[in-house]
């Protein structure tokens, strides 16, 4: 793992299956994208399911995902790799995206636009049909095996002019769009996610689809799928839902003291 803490770099072990419930044919659509070595771009508001979508495909495919959390700080010797001094030896360092290469697995780029400009430099060789990885530190011009993928996600709701996907990048990826579930399917995903009867995760659904119609207007995002689950686990384990609902679906979203009263009114309108 490199040694910046902040790219969070998570391994699945393959073998386990992680429950996804799709909402059309994007299964299908991406084991045809991995079988045929294109690139996936996933586009979707922040806890809708995108990484739990790549970790069930990845297990499903049978293939290993790294999972990086971009940010600002992330630089494209943080996925390539560096060298690092370990006793008094300089020893060159896979980063994530070069393990990935390497082992044919798939790497998952969260948030893709929120990485230093240089990302996409080391990223676009991947994305064509050369399918390379050039080490410059190493002088190794590694050739992806056709179990490599790139899956790269971002959030349209969050773009502004500095932080947008340009389509010189986005264009190389094949796109799925994800949003919410239906109220049914959601209900469903939040019952056997946190464990709290079906029945009683209805209402909470309801409250925050009424939350995610506020979006245009005062919020910048809606509740989501996994703030819904927060909500559900805590009432599942005694919370009183009013509060559970308060720490869960209202807190987050925002600071502004009228805005969160007038959240308030709306999930108690919903409830
Ligand atoms: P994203 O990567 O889009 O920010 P996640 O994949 O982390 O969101 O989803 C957040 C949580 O919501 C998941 O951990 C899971 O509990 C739940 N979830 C959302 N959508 C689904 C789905 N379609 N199937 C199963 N769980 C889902």
């Not at 995108?50 to 630089?75: E, I, Q």
């Not at 464990?195 to 689809?209: K, Q, T």
Request: charged residues 25%; hydrophobic residues 40%; glycine residues 6%.
């Amino acid at each position: 793992m490199m040694p910046n803490a902040s790219s969070k770099v998570a391994a699945i072990t393959m073998g386990d299956l992680p429950f996804y419930s799709p909402a059309g044919s994007e299964c299908e659509l991406f084991e045809r994208a991995y079988r045929n070595q294109l690139p996936v771009l996933l586009k979707g508001p922040t806890g809708c399911g995108k990484t739990r979508f790549v970790a069930h495909m990845a297990a499903k495919l049978g293939r290993p995902v790294y999972t990086v959390s971009c940010h600002d700080d992330l630089t494209a010797a943080d996925l390539t790799g560096r060298y690092l001094l370990k006793g008094g030896d300089t020893v060159w360092v896979d980063g994530p995206l070069t393990r990935a290469v390497r082992e044919g697995a798939i790497c998952y780029l969260d948030e893709v636009v929120e990485a230093r400009k240089d990302v996409t430099v080391v990223v676009h060789p991947l994305t064509d049909d050369r399918r390379i990885l050039p080490l410059e530190r190493t002088g190794e011009l590694l050739q992806a095996p056709a179990e490599f993928m790139l899956v790269v996600s971002y959030n349209p709701g969050y773009q502004n002019v500095l932080k947008s996907l340009k389509p010189s990048t986005r264009q190389r990826f094949l796109a799925l769009e994800f949003s919410f579930p239906s109220p049914d399917i959601e209900a469903s995903i939040v019952a056997r996610e946190s464990g709290l009867p079906r029945d009683r995760c209805v209402p909470l659904v309801r409250i925050a689809n009424a939350l995610r119609d506020l979006k245009q207007q005062d919020l910048e995002e809606g509740a989501s799928t996994r703030l819904l689950v927060y909500c559900a686990v805590l009432i599942r384990d005694g919370v009183n839902p009013q509060t559970a609902i308060e720490a869960s679906l209202i807190e987050p979203l925002s600071d502004d003291a009228d805005v969160k009263q007038a959240l308030l009114r709306v999930a108690d309108i919903a409830l």
